[in-house]
């Protein structure tokens, strides 16, 4: 346990919390990133990274992340491996308390908590969690080999998920609300081309059945309002996201869907603390655009601490 002092904190590690740490590092500003539950983000969940810049072939969204926390290390980013459990930010130095005990007392702060995966909320699916019920198929895809499995949504993370899971199962069936996917054309036609991959349209997961283990999902056509049972070993609802927002209650604005507000440099409310990712958008969300909000969020934090050493010495001149 010990306060740990700091210049620029981040919450986060994902592309955005790394690339801010990756610049301000740079600047010799030593960041402390504050790891929290899944280093290196949402990103480490996807298999194939093919949309991120630079890299010709894909590459793993486990190896991006890690690339990202030796690349900004190298420059001095320090890493705390905890998770915040509240954060004060009525004065600053700000005020960050963690899991592990330690308190981080820091000049400025750049949040970027990600967003987690939207849970069905259906019966069956806490009670079958790790037990057929998973969110990450990169992690458990290999458990459901020559096994069939559901995916929920029609999103680029369903469709890309899926193919993927199509590596192992012996039958991906992917359920979606309407009858054509919001997926990127590309992905649409690999799953159509899929010979593993069969869809039920209109319709979603009303109940995830089993009692050890998933055995089968309820479902319902929302056009007919017809309910069907069908058997399956696994479930995958890839239905979108929630912004891990929960520490600012009371402390930053927040839309309607609980994204935090910033301006279009970065800047809350509260002067000093800056946001960048899928905390703050549910627009782009791609590791490429996190990372280079997380670039903005840093130019913004160095200029944010260099004007209040300004200050300072003009105070100190005046004495
Ligand atoms: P998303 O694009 O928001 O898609 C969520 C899907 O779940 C939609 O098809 C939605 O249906 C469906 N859905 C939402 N709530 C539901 C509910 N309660 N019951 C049943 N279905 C529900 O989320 P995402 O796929 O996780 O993607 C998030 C962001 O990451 C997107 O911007 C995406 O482009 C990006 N992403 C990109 C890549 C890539 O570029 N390779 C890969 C993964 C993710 P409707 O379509 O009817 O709304």
Known sequence: MAIRQTKVAIIGSGPAGLTAALYTARANLEPLVIRGLQPGGLITTTNEVENYPGFVESIG????????????ERFGTNYLDTTVLSVDLSQRPFVLQTDSGDTVESESLIIST????????????EKLANLGVSYCATCDGFFFRNKRVVVVGGGNSAVEEGLFLTRYVSELVIVHRRDTLRADPVLQDRAFENEKVRFIWDSTVTEILGEERVTGVRLINLKTQEGTTM?????????????????????LPMDELGYLIADNR???????VFVAGDVMDHIYRQAITAAGQGCMAAMEAIWFLAEQEHLARRQALKR
Not at 114 to 125: D, F, H, M, N, T
Not at 266 to 272: C, F, I, K, Q
Request: net charge negative; no cysteine; glycine share 16%.
């Open 114 to 125: 990600g967003a987690s995966p939207r849970k069905l909320g259906v019966p069956g699916e």
């Open 266 to 272: 970065m800047r809350t409310t509260v002067p000093g």
């Open 61 to 72: 969204g486990f190896e991006l992340a890690d690339n990202m926390a030796r690349q900004a």
């Open 231 to 251: 058997e399956a070993d696994g479930v995958f609802p890839y239905i979108g996201h929630i912004p891990n927002t929960a520490l600012f209650n009371g402390q």
